[in-house]
């Protein structure tokens, strides 16, 4: 070994052992890591940054403003109740999961999916713990279906390329991705079911609020919930929210009917809720419930809205007033959503409610909404709140259409993944479903300052010497052909991943699998498939992948549960790569 060889040795070694201990962001250990074999004169500035130059992790961050936009729109609001609201299927909420995660990146999916989960744990009464993990291992089996599906992937296609080698097609894995995950969910459904602990959850809401707000939600004719029972409905047991009573109109006089769970549900009907600001503002999302302020609240749903609590002052001209009579969206920019008066039930629609001072108005407006009216006679607080607005309904078409022309440029290879991918981003700007600054906070910095350093790290580990000495190790398998090299490789990425982070491993890994194909005349695509595989299917533990650790602390999971339902899945994955990779790209 020469001597660069030996310096990038002790130091990956050292960031190996800084990384297990979890102390710091993976992020900050990496580039640690790189700039010691920059300073060491190991490798040069140009290898050093070459992942910021490198289109993966911008491609990466693309597509996290196309998923935030997703979820702005409501475009995968709903799914989960959908999906768990016959009979609570582990299965269907797994292959639905692993479904949506081979076209959306499965972090930003699992941040909309999970807290869902939660909400109809909480509800139904059942352990939120059989549910998170395989929501978690789903989106990870989705996520290898297709390279945009999780950023391990592009990292692996993007050395790839720097490697001199094409970068890898939208639907390239696919042959063997698609057998994995439809493989994987029917174990995780058969098997991994059975194995799932019975946790519970550390806390049973998310985010909730000690103020209760009313809100006054119409039965919308075309919708589902027309002819159900209240129990039927979902409406029974909400986290956080209760049905109060409901609203009827009978002989053109408005009568309140006790919500019991026999009671019927007709089109038009008026249903009072009582609840607090973060499942008020879900209450939205309930398909078949529209706002009986509805038609305000869409116009003001727009990109850069936000929630805030105005409270009526004693002088304001509100007094006595109503929502309606006031005009007050016209006058104040915003529409409200809920009302909270204390020690007093309303009911009906809100814009009918007369107001007094000291009512606590739940507002949906624009981000200018506290700077113009702070400190105005009109009200005495007023104060913006992390509860994120309303779905913007009337957008979600056009994040479906954008999203999918994304997928079928992408796949003809008319254009770049890169290039559809900043298309696709500038597109839900554009239309106004976020706002810049929304799009801004959609990406998870850290993710994509992992990718970047990561991909400088694999090229300094190819360029000091390391992997070609390292895939002389690797190399004594050879004679038993190319599904040896695919089975030792996939081990060795799988160990890696687990006791570092999946892009991590990949990075350290991908030269070497390069090195080994070279030496011995492999396929290089075959190998780099291998270590794709294998770094971004981890579920031995919550460490190796970030959608584990997500979803560890809300389902209350101990280590040892992920890797008792985690190994079925890899021994499954492992076979279906081992037997596969050669067929196809060997």
């Known amino acids: 070994m020469t001597l660069d060889s030996w310096i990038a040795l002790g130091v990956l070694a050292i960031t190996v052992v800084v990384l297990v201990t979890d102390r710091f962001p993976a992020a900050i250990v990496l580039g640690g890591a790189v700039a010691a074999m920059l300073f060491a004169g190991v490798v040069d500035a140009e290898i050093a940054l070459s992942g910021f130059s490198a289109t993966a992790p911008w491609t990466i961050a693309c597509l996290y403003i196309v998923a935030g936009a997703a979820t702005a729109s409501g475009l995968l ?95 390239e894995i696919t042959v063997i991705g698609l057998p994995v995950a439809i493989l994987g969910v029917v174990v995780l459904s058969v098997v991994g079911v059975r194995l799932l602990p019975d946790r519970s959850q550390p806390t049973t809401s998310i985010g909730s609020r000690a103020r209760q707000f009313q809100i006054a939600m119409r039965i919308d004719p075309s919708g589902p919930l027309v002819g159900r029972t209240v129990e039927e409905a979902g409406l029974r047991d909400l986290a956080g929210a209760y049905l109060s009573f409901v609203e009827r109109r009978e002989n053109d006089a408005a009568v309140a009917i006790a919500a019991t769970p026999e009671t019927t549900l007709i089109a038009g009907d008026i249903c009072c809720f009582v609840g607090d600001v973060n499942r008020v503002v879900d209450l939205h999302d309930v398909e078949g419930l529209v706002s009986t302020e509805n038609a305000h609240i869409d116009v003001a749903a727009g990109a850069g809205t936000r929630v ?150 694999g090229g300094a580990i190819s360029a000091s010497g390391l992997a070609a000495e390292a895939a002389g190790v690797i190399e004594r398998v050879d004679w038993l052909g190319d599904r040896g090299l695919v089975l030792v490789t996939i081990l060795v990425t799988i160990l890696l991943s687990e006791l570092l982070t999946n892009t991590a491993a990949a990075a350290l890994m991908l030269p070497i699998a390069l090195a080994v194909a070279a030496d011995v005349g492999a396929e290089p695509r075959m190998l780099a498939i291998t270590v794709l595989f294998g770094a971004s299917c981890s579920f031995l533990s919550p460490v190796g992948y970030q959608t584990n650790l997500m979803v560890a602390g809300l389902g209350g999971y101990r280590f040892s549960d992920f890797a008792r339902v985690g190994a079925p899945l890899t021994l499954t994955m492992v076979l279906t790569v081992t037997t596969l990779a050669p067929v196809f790209f060997g």
Do not use: C
């Open 77 to 171: 609001n709903g799914i989960v109740d959908k999906v768990l609201r016959s009979n609570g299927s582990v299965g269907l909420l797994a292959a639905t999961t692993a479904g949506l995660s081979g076209f959306i990146p499965n972090t930003p999916l699992i941040a909309v999916f999970a807290p869902q989960v939660v909400r109809w744990s909480d509800r139904n009464g059942v352990s939120v713990s059989r549910y998170l993990m395989p929501l978690s291992f789903a989106s990870i089996l989705g996520g290898v279906i297709t390279v945009i599906g999780t950023s391990t992937n592009l990292v692996v296609s993007d050395l790839l390329e720097v490697a001199g080698e094409e970068p890898l097609g939208v639907f």
């Open 308 to 457: 805030y609590e105005a409270v009526v002052a004693p002088l304001s001209a509100l007094v006595g007033a109503s929502l309606r009579t006031a005009g007050f969206r016209g006058r104040y920019g915003g529409a409200v959503m809920a009302v909270h008066r204390e020690g007093e039930e309303l009911g009906g629609q809100l814009g009918r409610i007369s107001l007094r001072a000291g009512d606590v108005l739940l507002v949906l407006a624009d981000s200018d909404f506290e700077r113009r009216w702070r400190g105005h006679t009109d009200f005495s607080l007023v104060a913006g709140l992390d509860a994120p607005g309303p779905a913007r309904r009337a957008r979600a078409p056009f994040v479906a259409a954008i999203l999918a022309v994304f997928i079928g440029v992408a796949s003809t290879g008319m254009v770049s993944l890169f290039e559809a991918a900043v298309a696709a981003a500038i597109a839900v700007i554009a239309v106004g479903v976020l706002s810049v600054g929304e799009a801004g906070r959609a990406i998870d910095v850290n993710v994509i300052l992992t990718m970047a350093i990561a991909i400088g790290l």
